[in-house]
């Protein structure tokens, strides 16, 4: 069996398990946001098709299925976050940017976009997913996003390698206990330092958000994966135990859930912005990317080295309903515009913030520094 052949027999067994699987919309009737798995435990419905009919393999697909379409779902009506960064946030330092940039390493970039990266790539079928060439575009929407959600703190590097600046920002981040910070956030600025994203991004490691050091590591050029990692900081912002909630990803369907919202609040923002075009994209490239956390909890239980071929498959779904979500955007109707708000009704600290320093002004989010 050719490549193409393989595909094709995928694609049709996860058409044939998606007839039984109702792809819909994941808002209320009242405007509210619930996750529709929520909904048929409370209707008593079983969402996986199990009838003896149905063999074990399209019931697997029909579990990917069912496990993306109710956990990914658009946030509605969107609420965009004011006053979420507390006084032990970490500050940037004086005269700081909030967003710096990599030197431009075409050796270096050339061999992470052509090649390293081509296992993401083919997964999420995208060419700009870790690129490591993040357009002003992409950035302008990570700016809005962030200034939207009163994240002024957030550190954020575009395919940029700072080990020394990371091992400073985790060592003094007291928003993050210690304790956490010693153990996993070690570990997760050591792997960063040793294998650094700047040259194996899509092989090991990637786009990510790291709660311990406050810091989003943008290696593609696509809004939706800059938004979704954006929507991490602000989901961690928002939580009391910010190195508990991160070392629970260690447990079963936590991570599930976390991505979940990361996804949802990305696709909701850019609906309460009436981005139409942005919203498509999302579904289309955060559904199969929500597909590989599905898959991948399965795979944690089992070791075998044809773990990539069913990733793969796995993602399939996810394309399949991605698309079909993104088909009927036109038919969902706008929610308010939140979020187009938001900046008019930020808070504005007068005192300064943790860690030394000073409380955060609008310049902040404009200029871009260039860095190795």
């Known amino acids: 069996m050719s490549i193409g052949d393989g595909v094709r027999w995928l694609g049709a067994q996860a058409l044939s398990a ?11 009737e009242g405007g509210g946001h619930e ?17 003896p009919g149905i063999s074990r393999r399209k019931r697997w697909i029909a579990t990917v299925v069912a496990g993306v379409q109710f956990a990914a779902c658009a946030t509605v009506p969107y609420v965009p976050g004011q006053g979420i960064e507390g006084p032990r946030t970490l500050a940037l330092r ?11 390493s075409p050796f270096l970039d ?20 870790d690129n490591h060439e993040i357009s002003p575009e992409t950035e302008e929407r990570m700016v809005k996003y962030l200034a939207d959600n009163d994240l002024h703190q957030v550190k954020v590097r575009l395919n940029e390698y700072a080990p020394g600046a990371e091992w400073r920002r985790l060592i003094h981040n007291r928003a993050v206990n210690g304790f956490w910070r010693y153990t996993i956030g070690v570990l997760t600025v050591s792997l960063y330092t040793i294998l650094p994203g700047r040259a194996f991004a899509g092989l090991l490691g990637g786009d990510h958000y790291n709660p311990y050091t406050n810091t989003v590591h943008l290696y593609s050029d696509h809004p939706a994966i800059a938004l979704h990692e954006a929507a991490h900081a602000k989901d961690f912002a928002q939580r009391k135990y910010k190195g508990t909630y991160g070392a629970l990803r260690i447990l079963p369907l936590v991570p599930l859930y976390q991505e979940g919202l990361a996804t949802g609040d990305a696709i909701g ?28 909890e399965g795979l944690r239980w089992i070791s075998t080295p044809w773990q990539y071929a069913i990733t793969l498959a796995g993602v399939i779904p996810g394309h399949i309903i991605g698309r079909i979500k993104a088909a009927g955007v036109e038919d969902q109707p706008a929610t308010g515009g939140a979020a187009r708000d938001a900046t008019a009704t930020l808070s504005t600290p007068t005192e300064d913030t943790a860690e030394g320093g000073r409380a955060p002004q609008e310049s902040d989010l404009l200029p871009v520094a260039i860095r190795h």
């Open 110 to 129: 050339g061999l992470g976009h052509y090649v390293l990266s081509l296992p993401t790539k083919l997964l999420l079928w995208n060419w700009d997913v």
């Open 18 to 28: 998606l007839r039984p699987i109702r792809v819909g919309p994941c808002a209320t």
């Open 35 to 51: 996750r529709p798995v929520l909904a048929m435990i409370r209707n008593g419905r079983n969402s996986v098709p199990t009838s």
């Open 94 to 104: 004086p005269g700081e940017e909030q967003i710096e940039r990599g030197r431009p």
């Open 269 to 296: 923002y850019d609906r309460d912005l009436d981005l139409t075009e942005a919203e498509k994209a999302d579904y289309k490239l955060l559904y199969p990317a929500y597909g590989t956390y599905v898959v991948g």
